[in-house]
């Protein structure tokens, strides 16, 4: 064999182990694809089946398109209310975030002042605490406010309510949120708002009107992921709000709509109600998968 | 000039607002934890000062034992399992040239949109255990299955923790990838060149350049995941399985959670203490051992 012949065979070898390995890797990568869709997109089907169509085999594709099983969820499992319940909620706690969040980091990270240094270690050391380790004592003080209130002036108002849900939402998402924010302010220039101060305009003006606009992105990918976990989060919600049927929201109403169904044999209303809870964040995620996906490098740290 | 009043008004009107809701919904809770824990506090006792009664009883609770194991267990494996099959993936989607790049992130992502809630739901059907009359299984695991094994009871004693482990991989390991492809893909391409010029096999560029060079990255992820996970262990096992059956499946902070809903304040916040101890040593242990000189390029 010449030369030239044993480097082509070996080159051959080369590119069909090269093969097989590519094609390792496509299967793999296909594999967990379908782990996560083939679930989720039963889901969807399953929610059109009517109830007989559940003793059967699953993997059957639905008889036609029952779509009783969203008027059922949404009325008589009152999933309709605990919706508008979850957009008001998530509403009203990004705008006091917002609010709240965008000034306080500004501050922090452009300039210097007393207490300054502390008041950032303190809520870096915030990213730590983790909402449901405090979940307990944040209802124990809000029970003994209702207390309080109850004996002074005859009726309660701190839990039940879904103002003070939005509140303790947006408060527990400061630290996460100002330690984004600043870390994005720190990188730019001082001479945006030296050129601002020159033209006249004050502090206010100047965050408002030329540092914000262009914190734009890092404003967006914040509303992005506190949207998602205003959305989803449970177990405050649960706790906070366990007094009146018609205030939950809708992880919470899904999860006694789970356990009503389960114990009444209706499986198609269910599942009506999984897809009512996880389609507006799908249809929110194909719009800005890539804003979201991208915001990623600075959102390591989220609990 | 400026006045040294305005600025200070100013800053005081920008920072006061989120100081106060930080202070009143996170700090003082916090402390409420520790404080509370020396008390016997409850719906129907005052909450008079016990010293660390309340430990010597949680120490020799066997439900609390059991929930700290489940949590160790579920911390170890899960993070293991999600880190590694992350890194793998994330290092091949960066590096080699894969038709559907696109596709297979977006989709690898969807888990972390969803609801922990639709996710039990989803679950609940995958490990349903029912049967038919006539003995055919029904839930989407045992009919797949069921070529080559017996139906399995995926929630009984025996399963639930690996079926929750498996759940929680299943949902984190999309975020942490995405993650890692953006770091991955900062790495710069030419030193895998001149380390495939060396003969470095895909291999070793993946241990000695892509690891190496992301390691300040892992670490940071590590120490804030052990963290998140004995959280989204809680989310799992309250939605689905409520720490049952008898209490197999408890972790922590659901064991926390239901001595809440039990009235005894004071006990519940013991393992609260315990709880944020243990999250911070294992954090603080983490950070220790994964410390390594950091290379730049």
């Not at chain 2, 409420?32 to 016997?40: I, S």
Request: proline fraction near 3%.
């Amino acid at each position: 064999m010449s030369k030239d012949n044993a480097g082509a065979v070996q080159s051959q070898s080369g590119r069909s182990t090269e093969t097989l390995y590519k094609v390792f890797i496509y299967v793999v990568l296909i594999t967990l694809a379908i782990t996560i869709i083939v679930p989720v997109g039963w889901v969807f089907l399953a929610s059109i089946k009517q109830n007989s169509e559940f003793y059967t085999n699953p993997w059957a594709l639905p008889l036609g398109f029952y779509w009783q099983n969203f008027v059922e969820a949404w009325t008589t499992a009152k999933m309709g209310s605990y919706m508008l319940n979850s957009v008001i909620v998530t509403a009203v706690a990004l705008l006091i975030l917002l609010a709240v969040a965008l000034p306080a980091a500004y501050c922090l990270s452009r300039f210097q002042f007393r207490g300054g240094k502390l008041l950032n270690i303190c809520f870096m050391a915030g990213l730590f605490i983790n909402v449901n380790y405090i979940v307990v004592p944040i209802f124990l003080m809000l029970n003994g406010g209702d207390k309080w209130l109850r004996q002074a002036f005859g009726s309660s108002l701190l839990l039940n309510n879904l103002f003070v849900l939005a509140v303790v939402y947006a408060s527990t998402a400061l630290p996460f949120t100002i330690y984004l924010l600043s870390g994005y302010f720190a990188t730019l220039p001082h001479d945006f708002e030296e050129a601002a101060y020159i033209d006249g305009a004050g502090y206010g003006r100047t965050m408002v009107s030329v540092i914000f606009p262009m914190a734009k992105p890092s404003i967006i990918t914040i509303i992005l992921f506190n949207f998602l976990s205003f959305w989803n989060e449970y177990i405050i919600s649960m706790t906070l709000m366990s007094g009146l049927n018609s205030q939950k929201t809708l992880p919470v109403g899904l999860l006694s709509l789970q356990q009503a169904s389960q114990s009444a044999a209706q499986y198609g209303r269910l599942y009506a109600g999984l897809v009512l809870v996880m389609l507006p964040t799908l249809i929110l995620y194909m719009c800005v998968q890539k804003q979201l996906t991208q915001g990623m490098t600075v959102g390591g740290l989220k609990g | 000039m400026r006045s040294n009043k305005g600025r200070n008004r100013f800053l005081a009107l920008c920072i006061a607002p989120a100081t106060i809701l930080f202070f009143v919904f996170m700090i003082i809770p916090t402390i409420n934890v520790f404080r509370m824990a020396l008390t016997d506090a409850g719906a129907f006792t005052a909450g008079k000062f016990i010293g660390l009664a309340n430990f010597v009883t949680l120490f020799n609770d066997k439900r609390f034992i059991i929930a700290m194991q489940n949590t160790i267990l579920l911390v170890v494996v899960v993070t293991i399992i999600t880190f590694a099959l992350a890194l793998v993936f994330a290092g091949i989607l960066t590096r080699e040239k894969i038709k559907g790049q696109n596709f297979f992130r977006i989709v690898f992502y969807i888990p972390n949109i969803l609801s922990v809630v639709v996710i039990a739901g989803v679950f609940s059907a995958i490990y349903d255990a029912r049967q038919l009359p006539d003995g055919t299984p029904f839930g989407l695991l045992n009919t797949m299955i069921r070529l080559f094994h017996d139906p399995v009871t995926w929630l009984d004693e025996r399963h639930v923790i690996v079926s929750i482990i498996i759940a929680m991989v299943w949902q984190a390991i999309g975020y942490y990838m995405v993650m890692y492809m953006a770091s991955m893909s900062a790495v710069s391409a030419s030193l895998y060149e001149s380390a495939g010029l060396d003969g470095a096999g895909r291999i070793t560029q993946f241990f000695q350049i892509t690891l190496p060079l992301i390691w300040t990255n892992i670490r940071t992820t590590l120490t804030f995941f052990i963290i998140s996970t004995i959280n989204m262990a809680f989310l799992f096992v309250k939605a689905m399985t409520s720490g049952g059956p008898n209490g197999a499946s408890d972790v922590a902070l659901s064991f926390m959670y239901g001595q809440k809903d039990a009235n005894l304040y004071g006990y519940s916040m013991a393992a609260g203490v315990v709880i944020f101890i243990f999250s911070f040593a294992l954090s603080a242990l983490v950070n220790k051992v994964t410390k390594r000189d950091v290379l730049e390029v």
